[in-house]
């Protein structure tokens, strides 16, 4: 814990202060549910130019905060750039979502990929964009995802439900898995240090995939690697609150709060927060848990949700946000009824 808190409310709260008012940011608040978003991908292009332009990416990185104030601006990437950083090809099928070539299935895939570090440079001059031009009050986020989601992409060339390829490669051929984990997390701690060099003020490892895994398998493919990310971190950027994210961990979350050394770890949709108060280590930062779809619902339904989230964590620092990224159909007018739940009336 650090001897003084930062005056920005989110950075506090993951330094461990508990504020009388959460601080709210929403993951993928900086994208395809605004307007202004969908103007500007409508007149540059699809998602990766705007990703890989620094320009527009720190616009759109911004539009959020101007919006809504909210506490922290999240950077406007992809965790499959990392992928580009290991020599993947990487291109969006429109509709259908990210591909990826060659499909990393052997040992002699691995070793042909060559590294091409440059991929990151657009993010970079991202990140120095956006952190000239924020509000003092807010928290800049960078991230990246946790190897095992990284690492199911890069093996099935694509997003797939059940990640049945990777799962199956880390049965079969765990030398393998472990080589492309290896090789993911070390790309992951140069990326993020790079995002920590160039302004973001705390990280999140999104491992988002997390919950298709046995839990050994877990304690393999998501623990050891991100506990080895974080302590990278923490050795080289001290003072960076970092946030692990374990999609799906469900009952897993507790071992992954006590081993991985996250700063914080955010909650998704389906735990019962009363639950995770109750299971994770006294004053640990939490951060979420609104369904998505609570808040497309709006009304009632969301003041309740909101209501039931804040009871309980009210005792633990807590950042308010969703559990998983906010969905494009969401209503804007819905956006600001949750703020202004979470903030007590004072959108």
């Not at 103007?39 to 130019?49: N, P, S, T, W």
């Not at 905060?65 to 990487?90: C, E, K, N």
């Not at 209503?331 to 949750?338: D, G, Y």
């Amino acid at each position: 814990m650090p001897e003084s808190f930062s005056p920005k409310p989110l950075l506090a709260t993951l330094q461990g202060q508990r504020q009388h008012v959460p601080p709210i940011w929403l993951m993928r608040q900086a994208g395809r549910y605004l307007p202004e978003y969908r103007a500007m991908r409508a007149e540059k292009g699809g998602f990766l130019a705007l990703a890989m332009d620094s320009e527009a990416a720190a616009e759109i990185t911004l539009q959020p905060i101007r919006r809504f104030g909210m506490d922290g601006a999240i950077l406007f990437s992809d965790i499959l750039v990392v992928p580009m950083a290991l020599g993947q090809d990487l291109w969006f099928e429109t509709g259908e979502g990210p591909r990826l070539a060659p499909k990393v299935q052997a040992r002699a895939v691995l070793d042909g990929l060559q590294d091409a570090p440059q991929a990151l440079d657009p993010v970079y001059g991202t990140v120095r964009r956006v952190a000239a031009l924020l509000p003092p009050q807010t928290t800049f986020l960078g991230f990246a995802g946790s190897p095992w989601t990284v690492a199911t992409y890069m093996i099935n060339g694509q997003g797939s439900r059940e990640q049945a390829e990777a799962r199956r490669l880390a049965y079969g051929d765990p030398g393998l898995m472990q080589a492309l984990i290896d090789r993911i997390a070390e790309c992951t701690i140069i990326y993020l240090l790079g995002q920590i060099e160039a302004g973001v003020e705390a990280v999140q490892l999104f491992d988002s995939w997390s919950g298709s895994l046995s839990p050994a398998q877990f304690e393999r493919w998501v623990i050891a690697p991100t506990a080895r990310i974080i302590a990278a971190l923490h050795e080289r950027a001290p003072g960076v609150p970092v946030i692990g994210f374990p999609k799906g961990a469900g009952g897993k979350l507790p071992a992954y709060a006590r081993e991985v050394g996250a700063d914080a770890i955010g909650v998704d949709e389906t735990v019962d927060p009363v639950w995770a108060h109750a299971a994770l280590p006294k004053g640990l930062p939490v951060q979420g848990n609104l369904d998505p779809l609570a808040l497309i619902a709006g009304g009632e339904t969301l003041d309740g949700a909101v209501d039931r989230i804040l009871a309980a964590f009210t005792e633990r620092p807590h950042v308010f946000n969703l559990g998983h990224g906010i969905l494009p159909d969401t209503p804007i007018a819905h956006v600001e009824q949750l703020l202004t739940r979470v903030r007590g009336g004072t959108a």
